[in-house]
């Protein structure tokens, strides 16, 4: 258990819905990043907070938002969802930058089926 | 920008010694880190190497070259758990995140 929470651990829903994906961090963690893993393919980036700021984007369409509040928490928000963004949505947490600080401590994923 | 390079599959026999090789290419680096991630489950922390050498941690070994732009991970006394997608990243000064390759998919057969 890394420690990282997130809620739904699976989603169904329709072409052109609107979900939110949850993440909570580890307990100390400041930094929350969110990855997408379609299948058979690698982790992309999406996106990265730090104690409630965005610090980095990555591949994150138009259509895909997220935030972090105060309670450092943070919220994915996938809209006008399409077919293709059926994948798995990691959340991960550092206590701050990636590198000396520490390594990224992941969630068990949410699994966003679109049909 | 980053370019990594690991080979998309291997195959190998319970408890055997298989080696997984990264190169990467980045503009900056503090460091690599080695992630196992089993099919449909996240991705778990296995090494993080800053200096030239290999690093030993039970099983598995990581080894990193920081002049050649390389690294291996080292598994020994393979079992079948360790079946898994292993995922190199390097780490780049000044990036506030990690660039995962699409990783190394390893099947141990008995």
């Known amino acids: 258990d890394s420690g990282v929470t997130q809620t739904p651990k699976h989603l169904i829903t329709a072409t052109g819905q609107r979900v939110t994906l949850r993440c909570s961090p580890r307990?100390?963690?400041?930094?929350v990043y969110w990855y997408q893993q379609s299948l058979d393919q690698g982790l992309q980036f999406l996106i990265q907070?730090?104690?409630?700021?965005?610090?980095a984007k990555g591949n994150i369409l138009e259509r895909f938002s997220a935030q972090q509040f105060p309670d450092l928490h943070s919220e994915l928000n996938l809209s006008s969802l399409e077919l293709g963004d059926s994948a798995l949505y990691f959340c991960?947490?550092?206590?701050?930058?990636?590198?000396?600080?520490?390594?990224?401590?992941f969630g068990p994923g949410t699994r966003l089926t679109v049909t | 920008g980053q370019n990594i390079d690991q080979p998309t599959e291997m195959t190998a026999t319970e408890g055997a010694i298989v080696q997984i090789n990264c190169t990467y290419q980045?503009?900056?680096?503090?460091?690599l880190f080695w992630y196992q991630q089993h099919a449909g489950e996240a991705p778990t922390f296995l090494s993080y190497n800053v200096l030239d050498g290999l690093e030993e941690k039970g099983r598995f070994s990581s080894f990193l070259s920081r002049s050649k732009g390389y690294s291996y991970l080292l598994l020994k006394e393979l079992q079948m758990k360790d079946s898994a997608s292993y995922l190199c990243a390097p780490d780049q000064t000044g990036a506030n995140n990690l660039f995962f390759g699409t990783g190394t998919r390893l099947t141990v057969i008995p």
């Open positions: 907070y730090y104690n409630g700021e965005e610090r």
């Open positions: 307990s100390g963690d400041l930094s």
């Open positions: 991960a947490s550092s206590v701050d930058w990636t590198g000396r600080q520490g390594e990224q401590y």
């Open positions: 980045t503009s900056g680096f503090n460091g």
